[in-house]
């Protein structure tokens, strides 16, 4: 978004920076559930946190450490939902990851993500 954000100032070509900017996004997006085997609302929501660019490769590149960190939590409130037997609220996970600050560390991301599936309890009829 800074790169964009810095060339739209100029004002030569800003709609083509712009729209481009967009597709290398959604380029991304794509390239890093594939690379990752994440989902895509994870992905989206990474790729508020790196710099768009026009090299998707290097966003994908730097999506790995938000990646990381939110595939972990994904998986440890996966567990914590398993072992507590609250197998309605798993549909929820990927969704509640993808609403923390992925640029916390990865236990404030997973006790944000708890608490957001938590949250959702009554909605899976509990």
Do not use: P
């Given at each position: 978004?800074?790169?964009?954000?810095?060339?739209?100032?100029?004002?030569?070509?800003?709609?083509?920076?712009?729209?481009?900017?967009?597709?290398?996004?959604?380029?991304a997006i794509s390239s890093i559930v594939s690379a990752y085997g994440?989902?895509?609302?994870?992905?989206?929501?990474?790729?508020?946190?790196?710099?768009?660019?026009?090299?998707?490769?290097?966003?994908?590149n730097n999506a790995k450490p938000y990646v990381e960190k939110a595939?972990?939590?994904?998986?440890?409130?996966?567990?914590?939902?398993?072992?507590?037997?609250?197998?309605?609220?798993?549909?929820?996970?990927?969704?509640?990851?993808?609403?923390?600050?992925?640029?916390?560390?990865?236990?404030?991301?997973?006790?944000?993500?708890?608490?957001?599936?938590?949250?959702?309890?009554?909605n899976v009829g509990y």
């Open positions: 978004m800074l790169y964009i954000s810095n060339h739209l100032l100029r004002g030569k070509g800003c709609l083509d920076l712009s729209i481009r900017g967009v597709e290398n996004a959604e380029k994440i989902s895509g609302v994870i992905a989206s929501a990474i790729i508020s946190y790196i710099i768009w660019t026009d090299n998707v490769d290097e966003m994908v595939k972990n939590a994904v998986e440890r409130v996966r567990e914590e939902l398993i072992k507590t037997r609250n197998y309605r609220l798993l549909s929820y996970v990927d969704e509640c990851v993808a609403q923390q600050e992925l640029d916390l560390d990865e236990d404030d991301i997973y006790q944000g993500a708890l608490g957001c599936v938590f949250s959702n309890i009554e």
